[in-house]
Structures are given as structure tokens and as C-alpha cells.
């Protein structure tokens, strides 16, 4: 089992930056690869980022491509997205996901754990 937790989330304004945390415990970190979702009201989870098991290999959502930013620090068990400019549609709640492969992937059902999720609101 691996369990996830997230934070930062917050209400910001449009243009301005946030970074969310996942710190990860439970399993061998560096086994996992690791994503990032967010679900809208109304709307389906969505793919994020997502990054490979060392940080070599990384993969963005054209929506967020340029302005989002997905690190990882595995001798701290947490990965990170870096979220500037920010825009009203990028309001949601983000989720960390966590795969038992090395390797990135964008479809939610690829992923094994995840974690409550934290809430994003930005505001016009």
C-alpha cells in the first residue's frame, strides 16, 4: 500500500502561482511513477502531469504545457506541481496518483493509489 497525501492548494488569483505537495509513504518511493490529476464540478478527472520513477521522463496536458511544472524528490518521499499563471478553468480539485511502473502514463485507470485530493479555486 501506499498511501498519498496532498496540500497547497488555495483560492489565488488569476495570473498568480501555486505549488502543490504530495508526500508519499507506505512503499518504496522511487518504484512509482507519479501523476497528478484534477476533476472539476461536473466534469471527469482529468490527466495533469505525471513523471517517471527518477524524474527523467516527463509528460503534460496541452492545457497546462508552459505553465505547470511536475518534480519529484525521492529521498523525500514527495512530488511536487509548480503551477504559475494560473487561469480560472484551472479551478479544481488536484489529486496525486501513484503507479507501480517506472513509467509515465495519462489515464487515471493506469494509476494504483491516490490520494483526497486538494482544492484549487482562482479567481478572475
Known amino acids: 500500500q501506499v498511501q498519498l497525501v496532498e496540500s497547497g492548494g488555495g483560492l489565488v488569483q488569476a495570473g498568480d502561482s501555486l505549488r502543490l505537495s504530495c508526500a508519499a509513504s507506505?512503499?518504496?518511493?522511487?518504484?512509482?511513477?507519479m501523476g497528478w490529476f484534477r476533476q472539476a464540478p461536473g466534469k471527469e478527472r482529468e490527466f495533469v502531469a505525471a513523471i517517471s520513477w527518477s524524474g527523467g521522463s516527463t509528460a503534460y496536458a496541452d492545457s497546462v504545457k508552459g505553465r505547470f511544472t511536475i518534480s519529484r524528490d525521492n529521498a523525500k518521499n514527495t512530488v511536487y506541481l509548480q503551477m504559475n499563471s494560473l487561469k480560472p478553468e484551472d479551478t479544481a480539485v488536484y489529486y496525486c496518483?501513484?503507479?507501480?511502473?517506472?513509467?509515465?502514463?495519462?489515464?487515471?485507470?493506469?494509476?494504483?493509489?491516490w490520494g483526497q485530493g486538494t482544492q484549487v479555486t482562482v479567481s478572475s
Open positions: 507506505g512503499r518504496t518511493f522511487s518504484n512509482y511513477a
Open positions: 496518483a501513484a503507479r507501480m511502473s517506472l513509467w509515465v502514463r495519462t489515464t487515471p485507470n493506469q494509476y494504483d493509489y
